[in-house]
């Protein structure tokens, strides 16, 4: 689970656009009807959609004078030791070299577009000038296919990592053609992918989501594929107590299907059968090539491992890529959570579920850092100090875990996070039988963190909170993380069958929900999951839960202690926590950018839940938060929220929401929670007046430039790049190596 930065401070994934007139950018698309190409893996993609000719919306442009941070890493590397290195190096590697595999999880032409521009990039030596001349194309031009490069190296594929939403280059096909042009490879792909790259039509394809109306790359293949398809695959798996997360499914002209698991071996394994009668057949070597070098690669880091658990974890991970075992994958994380704080931490597989319109499928993530001693102590008191701290949560004993298992808490600086985008915060395992009985860890990334534009505009704070805002927003957000992630992700029971008549609770006298007084009567049954009973609202409720854990327990004055807030520090507790709801509430208005006004749907899933935040706050009442505009179209919108009735108001309506979510997801009451999740993410027509002032003052997404490791003499030296979309890309570039040489597809 993650906790993404927005700005300074907000989260992750899914979005949809403005429908709202917008800005037209005088690119055209031309008209398509079919678009075919095979990609790695032979898994042919047929796109049978028309488009007609249409001006592009702008918020489908990609990002202008994006910023670009550097993830500062040198000092924390250089006090690391030889074995140290290498052991970092090896596991690096091994996340770069999933880089293919998060490509295409995104869409059909990502992974050829990432060959198209590192062609380009290395015919020219990352010097982007030589283009206007070698092109015939003007500086401009030029400008703006190194800023849709750049974004697309970011985001590994050309949906917003934050958003899901694709995004199309600023300059007309013609002259990306000619950019094109100044290499064979990249000639040969432009032809391939140049329709897809431009398709914004129907609109649909312009979202991640449920085929064949939105784009997903976790159905390859499957031009007739349904939800009800895919729902109905998933029900098989659910009932088979299989595990997808490191699979894509395909089906067939017959209407059969084939489960493609992510490893380095091939072959078919074992065939279930849906309700209907149409086979699934399971099929091994899904990511072959990368699935090999990735183990290669940890084999090599398990040679390094600092001590036994660690070179354990290495070769659960190994025989996870190589036999395509999430069995190994799930014992490799139990020797994670028994790794106790380690000098190098680190986390490889597939993790997160949020990019997969059914929320089981995982999308690849690889990532390496060193941990931060000292900011790792604050962390390490709230640990300590958890299990005073869970009970004070609006919920009886029974709806939590028997014993809280002391989880691993770490302030960590990356070296390397290779994935679709790079979270703040992370508490994972995922699996919810490890979780429930070994724990989990929680790292918080320090230098994602403090990673900051000095470009950034704080919007919708009043002018005489603005100063108090900027300084204090940082110190606020870790204790957000710090709350969301411990007792937020780390907190609550899951009521089930755990197998045939063997439950984890008094099934003969259920707990009594604090809601009606009355026993429940719903709990997981055998083989089911959270994520299998909420399906693809949970994502985004447990970021819901997890947040509302955090604004609960953050007004608690021994909380704020333990993060060093008192009357008496620079930054005041009081202080501290009037930014942390007005950052909330800011988050809240914010989100409306991902909310779609056409089809009353949300996208991104932290989003979605921060704007649900809002609307409990705004309807704490008293005008405890009140959204003040006098201009006609909102252009002077701020956010007042008042102080002085966080405890008395604020925290009251938290309770009361953060109550109902527990105890409904507790329960597997999907009935209940579905209903109140939708309920509090409804946009009525009241909200969705300041929907437009939002897009006009929304900012682009900041972008990391991460540093490579390289084996010199038996050591490793590590080599950064500058803090620009040309450094971001030569960074790529540098990368062959391990990513694997471009392919002309």
């Avoid at 072959?267 to 399971?282: L, M, S, V, W």
């Avoid at 395992?429 to 534009?453: C, E, H, Q, W």
């Avoid at 999740?677 to 990391?704: C, G, H, I, L, W």
Wanted: with cysteine.
């Amino acid at each position: 689970m993650h906790v993404f930065a927005r700005q300074l401070g907000i989260f992750k994934r899914l979005c949809r656009f403005n429908i709202h007139t917008p800005r037209i950018s005088p690119l055209t698309s031309r008209s398509v009807s079919i678009y075919n190409y095979n990609y790695t893996g032979g898994y042919k993609y047929r796109y049978t959609r028309a488009m007609t000719t249409a001006a592009i919306p702008s918020h489908l442009l990609a990002d202008a004078k994006a910023p670009v941070c550097r993830l500062e890493i040198q000092p924390h590397f250089d006090h690391l030791t030889p074995q140290e290195k290498l052991y970092a190096h090896h596991i690096s590697r091994a996340s770069f070299a999933g880089t293919r595999v998060v490509l295409r999880q995104v869409s059909p032409e990502s992974e050829p577009l990432f060959d198209l521009i590192l062609s380009i990039a290395k015919h020219v030596d990352c010097n982007f000038s030589k283009l206007s001349s070698q092109a015939n194309v003007s500086d401009d031009d030029v400008t703006k296919f190194v800023e849709y490069a750049s974004q697309v190296l970011a985001n590994l594929g050309n949906y917003k990592s934050f958003g899901d939403q694709k995004f199309v280059p600023r300059i007309h096909r013609d002259v990306f053609a000619k950019i094109a042009a100044v290499t064979p490879t990249s000639k040969s792909i432009w032809e391939r992918i140049h329709d897809a790259v431009y398709q914004v039509e129907p609109e649909g394809i312009t979202l991640l989501g449920y085929p064949p109306d939105h784009m997903s790359a976790y159905y390859p293949d499957s031009p007739a594929i349904t939800k009800a398809d895919i729902t109905a695959a998933g029900e098989t798996f659910v009932k088979n107590g299989v595990l997808v997360e490191h699979t894509r499914l395909k089906q067939l002209p017959d209407g059969s299907f084939e489960m493609l698991v992510a490893s380095e071996k091939t072959g078919e394994g074992q065939t279930y059968e849906t309700a209907d009668g149409r086979k699934i057949r399971t099929v091994y070597g899904d990511h072959k090539a990368e699935m090999k070098v990735m183990a290669d690669e940890l084999e090599k880091a398990g040679g390094n491992a600092l001590n036994g658990t660690q070179g354990k974890m290495m070769e659960e991970y190994v025989k996870s890529f190589r036999e395509g075992s999430l069995e190994a994958h799930k014992e490799s994380q139990r020797y994670w959570i028994k790794d106790i704080g380690p000098t190098i931490e680190t986390n490889i597989g597939f993790i997160e579920t949020y990019r997969d319109p059914a929320g089981t499928k995982a999308y690849f993530e690889g990532w390496v850092a060193v941990v931060n001693k000292e900011r790792t102590k604050v962390f390490g008191k709230l640990v300590e100090r958890a299990g005073d701290f869970i009970p004070r949560l609006p919920w009886s004993k029974e709806f939590e875990k028997d014993k809280f298992q002391k989880p691993d808490f770490t302030s960590l600086e990356v070296l390397t996070f290779n994935s679709d985008g790079i979270p703040a915060g992370i508490n994972i395992p995922n699996y919810d039988d490890i979780r429930m009985t070994l724990g989990f860890k929680n790292v918080s990334l320090g230098n994602v963190l403090n990673a900051k534009s000095p470009s950034e505009k704080i919007t919708f704070i009043d002018e005489k909170d603005l100063a108090l805002f900027e300084r204090l927003r940082g110190p606020a957000f870790e204790l957000q993380v710090g709350l969301h992630e411990l007792l937020g992700h780390g907190s609550g029971k899951l009521l089930q069958e755990t197998e045939k008549g063997v439950y984890n609770f008094d099934k003969d006298h259920p707990p009594v929900s604090p809601l009606d007084g009355k026993p429940v009567t719903t709990y997981y049954k055998v083989g089911e999951t959270w994520g299998s009973v909420f399906g693809a609202t949970a994502a985004s409720y447990e970021e819901c839960r997890a947040e509302c854990v955090a604004m609960y327990l953050c007004p608690d004055r021994e909380i704020l202690q333990v993060f060093g807030h008192t009357d008496d520090t620079e930054a005041a507790a009081e202080d501290v926590l009037y930014i942390s709801y007005l950052q909330m509430a800011r988050a809240g208005l914010l989100a409306l950018e991902f909310w779609d006004p056409k089809t009353k749907k949300w996208g991104q899933a932290h989003m979605r839940a921060r704007y649900s935040i809002l609307q409990c706050f705004l309807s704490a009442g008293d005008d405890f938060v009140k959204l003040h505009s006098t201009a006609a179209d909102h252009s002077d919108l701020t956010i007042q929220l008042d102080r002085t009735k966080i405890r008395s108001h604020g925290l009251k309506a938290v309770e009361s929401y953060l109550q109902k979510l527990h105890i409904f997801k507790a329960s597997a009451d999907v009935a209940r929670g579905t209903a109140l999740y939708d309920e509090m993410t409804s946009v009525d027509d009241n909200m969705a007046r300041f929907r437009d002032v939002v897009m006009s003052k929304k900012q682009p997404r900041k972008q990391f430039v991460q540093a490579n490791t390289v084996a010199v003499d038996g050591g490793v030296v590590l080599k950064e790049y500058e803090a620009t979309q040309e450094g971001l890309v030569r960074s790529w570039v540098e990368r062959e190596d391990i990513v694997g040489k471009v392919r002309s597809h």
